[in-house]
């Protein structure tokens, strides 16, 4: 499952201030949300209360799983038929628990012989406890008959940050009434959610072969795990297709999608890899999957372990309860994946793409035993991502990514620290978090850096080729690296994996010019006893050569000593920039100013450049090392110097030609946007034929950049070309056009605000909402009052809770500015007393709204986000 989407939203909403408009310029909108000084906060790990989750008991193997589904679109009921194989996995039984959660139970047999015999079962709505014919042993097999209604609807599971509803089984726009949204279904069986649909033995460390029929209106393609076998047209406009998969997997793998989609077949080698996507998106399929072959045979020869599985099928849904799901061969994405090529410029997921795949191997085929052990499926498929990065971008691109997977661990490290490997969770479902993902991913890069590429990837092999088809505890991998590299890791895995935190480091230095000799001092300054072992890459820089000194940092504070001809240039500690750590590396400007220029890797730059940009105010030196860096190699750091540089007097005349030229010519849309963005910055009339050449750019988000430098040159013409745009549903013209239309306070423009809020979803969305506000700041009344019906709509009934958050806050930012408007009538006159009663009402009847959604607000964190509304 890939979280790429869901962890970084709260951030996202937070720094939306730097893409929405606001009345000052489109480009420097008011923060969305003021910082609030809170009381310190306690990082706890393994609170004593909670109790030890470990492996589930395996009291009967299940071996083999058929299923006969058809589906009430009306109730949203499935109508269900299952047949399981099971035997005793070890000790002899007379009785078998399944979950089944939610049913009406219509018949429970014991087929033996070619007959159903009754049998004595009782029900309690979430187990379905069955008294068996006689007491069987291990091996000898027994095949149990459920016929069953199962209600995903009518079942209350609460979801969490990584999984946001847990019905196993979504009927999307049933009833055909939302002109916008298709009639889908789709299941999400991750955690224990399938036993929502059928009835099983939901546990991970359990795995089965399937056979699956699903009856479903004739118009629809379907999709399930394995091969389809056979499609059948019946009389009442419905089609029975019969998938099945020979290869045992686990029970939340199981997985059934269904809708009106367009299917672009594909293949690698001999295997069928087909594309599920909406009509609309048909000539844009290969271009958002189109790698996957490429991927997939990447993987297989990466790992000396060819694909497993017998198809590789991926589909988009519509309102995707995660960011994605790795379905054994049926991969289920959030729409948001769905792009046209013309966005494919500006913005892919081809990192949850390589996420999911490289599941089947860490997951699917190899799958962590209990959700303790999570992190040996969620941070394989992270730094699958990676390896997938490195190989067809570089590693610059891949250190980008991956630079940012370590922020989005340290950034929730500041409230929360857990093993990786953690048997005392509260929820299963808090094992989806950045330690599983993230710090697992980070986890891995060390231990492949620590015992060389070679090792670590014939570890991998030897791991899956050990373990196929069968579930694992993270010893299982241990042992698999120690039989490689015959290397005791116990320190290594006790450290990373069972062990909370990370290291904190300072880094001095000092040389000794009589002795020839550099020093480096390192102290671990980490606020927990924990002294960790860390073996590290030194590079030395001294009469232009660089040499590499290997050296293990594992004591509180440690001197090293290096001998060196005379005195470096730099000493880059952490050359290979692998570890997982927080580090005050207190070099001067002038070592970080040649780190920026001679150190190779993205984050030894895009570090110097950072450094550069707090010091370019009183260093020319640093200034200048960020107008070099408008020609770096790697598009992220250009971006970030067009971002942060100072536009200085020596460099003036030099930085605004680059910026034209990047505008106009940069090879990255992105790239060329924050060029033609600064040039507007500028407030200079010369550039506008620049901006106006933007807005014709095939990149979306380079149009957006040129309306908004319009705006603030010539609020006319960017109206104008927003009539050009206005009918886009892209979020970064959205963007634009809400912007420009928030400057503008024209009430004509309330109805854009209004149409799109209507339609859209995500991140569009949010950029709506917060123009929107924008928009009303000088708003009259009577557009103030349609406004906050829609505001309140958004806040009581949306389902992603953030959006609820944003929109409740403009209610509350409507009623301050309402509040400060009142405040500048003059008392006494008649025309004012007036105006000054229905502002008063207004106020009063937004204080009422907002106190009505708190109240009936349910999630936890929003409502600490609300303490702050008073």
């Given at each position: ?26 480009k ?28 589930e ?22 109508l ?38 009754a ?132 029970p ?6 269904a ?88 913005k892919?997921?081809?990192d ?72 005392h ?139 060196v ?7 880059n500690?952490?050359a ?45 030196e ?8 408008l ?185 301050v ?17 007036i ?7 207004e106020?009063?009847?937004l ?10 607000e ?13």
């Amino acid at each position: 499952m890939s979280n790429k989407i869901l962890f970084p939203l709260l951030a996202a909403l937070m720094l939306f201030a730097a893409c929405t408009g606001s009345k000052k310029a489109v480009k420097d909108a008011e923060p969305i949300m003021e910082y609030v000084l809170m009381d310190t906060m306690s990082v706890i790990a393994n609170p004593p209360e909670i109790t030890y989750k470990g492996s589930e008991q395996r009291v009967h193997d299940l071996l083999h799983t058929e299923l006969d589904v058809s589906f009430d679109f009306e109730n949203r009921y499935l109508l269900g038929k299952a047949w399981l194989s099971l035997t005793p996995h070890f000790y002899p039984s007379s009785f078998l628990q399944l979950d089944a959660k939610g049913f009406d139970i219509k018949d429970v047999k014991l087929l033996a012989g070619g007959t159903k015999q009754a049998v004595d079962y009782e029900y309690d709505g979430w187990y379905l406890n069955i008294t068996l014919d006689k007491e069987y042993k291990r091996g000898e097999e027994y095949k149990i008959f459920v016929d069953y209604i199962a209600k995903p609807d009518e079942i209350n599971l609460e979801g969490s940050e990584a999984i946001k509803e847990r019905k196993g089984l979504y009927f999307i726009d049933p009833d055909d009434t939302d002109p916008h949204k298709p009639t889908q279904l789709w299941t999400q069986g991750e955690t224990e959610a399938s036993s929502i649909w059928f009835p099983t033995i939901d546990s991970p460390n359990e795995r089965c072969t399937q056979e699956l029929r699903m009856t479903v209106p004739a118009e629809f393609a379907s999709l399930s795990n394995g091969k389809l076998i056979s499609s059948t047209d019946n009389p009442d406009g419905t089609r029975t297709d019969y998938w099945k998969q020979d290869l045992p997997h686990a029970p939340y793998l199981f997985a059934m999608a269904a809708g009106d989609f367009a299917v672009v077949k594909d293949k690698w080698r001999d295997i069928e890899v087909n594309y599920y996507v909406e009509k609309e998106y048909e000539e844009d399929a290969m271009a958002i999957f189109g790698n996957t072959p490429e991927m997939m045979e990447f993987y297989s020869k990466l790992l000396n372990y060819d694909y497993p599985w017998d198809k590789y099928h991926q589909v988009v849904v519509r309102d995707f309860v995660s960011g994605a799901m790795e379905n054994t061969g049926a991969v289920i994405y959030i729409d948001i994946v769905q792009r046209t090529k013309r966005e494919l410029l500006d913005k892919d997921y081809e990192d949850i793409i390589a996420h999911e795949l490289f599941h089947h191997w860490f997951g699917d085929l190899v799958t962590c035993e209990s959700w303790a052990n999570l992190p040996l499926n969620e941070a394989f498929a992270t730094y699958g991502e990676y390896l997938w990065h490195e190989h067809k971008y570089g590693r610059d691109y891949a250190d980008y990514k991956f630079d940012t997977d370590l922020e989005t661990y340290l950034s929730e490290a500041m409230t929360k620290q857990e093993p990786l490997i953690r048997y005392h969770y509260e929820l299963k479902e808090d094992m989806f978090d950045a330690h599983s993902y993230q710090k697992g991913g980070r986890v891995l890069h060390m231990l492949r850096k620590y015992i060389g590429d070679d090792a670590f990837f014939e570890s991998l092999s030897l791991y899956l080729k050990q373990n196929e088809y069968k579930p694992v505890e993270i010893h299982n991998f241990r042992l698999a690296v120690e039989e490689v590299t015959g290397m005791d890791l116990n320190w290594f895995f006790n450290q990373w994996f069972m062990t909370a935190g990370h290291p904190k480091l300072s880094i001095d230095y000092d040389f000794f010019e009589e002795r020839n000799q550099a020093y480096v001092t390192i102290e671990q300054v980490q606020d927990h006893d924990q002294i960790y072992q860390l073996p590290l890459a030194v590079d030395i820089y001294v009469d232009g050569k660089v040499i590499r000194e290997e050296i293990v940092v594992d004591e509180q504070s440690q001197v090293f000593t290096f001998e060196v001809p005379s005195k470096p240039d730099l000493i880059n500690v952490d050359a290979e920039k692998m570890l997982l750590a927080e580090k005050d590396d207190l070099k001067t400007l002038e070592e970080y100013i040649f780190q920026y220029h001679n150190a190779p890797l993205y984050m030894d730059r895009a570090k110097a450049l950072d450094v550069c940009r707090q010091e370019q105010d009183v260093s020319t030196e640093a200034n200048k090392t960020l107008l070099a860096a408008l020609d770096d190699p790697f598009w992220d750091i250009r971006r970030f110097a067009i971002d942060n540089i100072s536009i200085e007097k020596e460099i003036k005349e030099e930085l605004t030609e680059k910026l034209k030229q990047m505008a106009e010519k940069d090879e990255k849309s992105l790239v060329r946007a924050a060029a033609v963005q600064r040039l507007g910055d500028m407030d200079d009339r010369a550039f506008i034929p620049i901006f106006a050449k933007a807005t014709k750019d095939q990149s979306y988000e380079v149009i957006g950049a040129g309306l908004n430098a319009i705006a603030q040159q010539d609020i006319e013409q960017a109206l104008q070309l927003c009539e050009e745009h206005k009918t886009s549903d892209n979020d970064a013209i959205i963007r634009a056009v809400g912007g420009v239309y928030a400057m503008d306070n024209n009430p004509d423009h309330q109805q854009y605000f209004e149409s799109k809020i209507e339609n859209a979803t995500g991140f569009s969305l949010f950029y709506l909402i917060d123009n929107y506000y924008y928009f009303l700041e000088d708003s009259e009344l009577p557009t103030v009052s349609k406004a906050k019906e829609t505001f309140t709509s958004l806040a009581l009934d949306q389902k992603n809770e953030w959006i609820r958050y944003r929109s409740t806050y403009s209610l509350y930012n409507l009623k301050v500015t309402l509040s400060d408007r009142l405040q500048t009538l003059t008392n006494g006159d008649a025309f004012s007393d007036i105006k000054r009663d229905k502002i008063a009402q207004e106020i009063d009847d937004l204080a009422l709204r907002i106190e009505d959604i708190k109240a009936k607000e349910k999630n936890e964190e929003v409502l600490q986000y609300y303490k702050m509304l008073r």
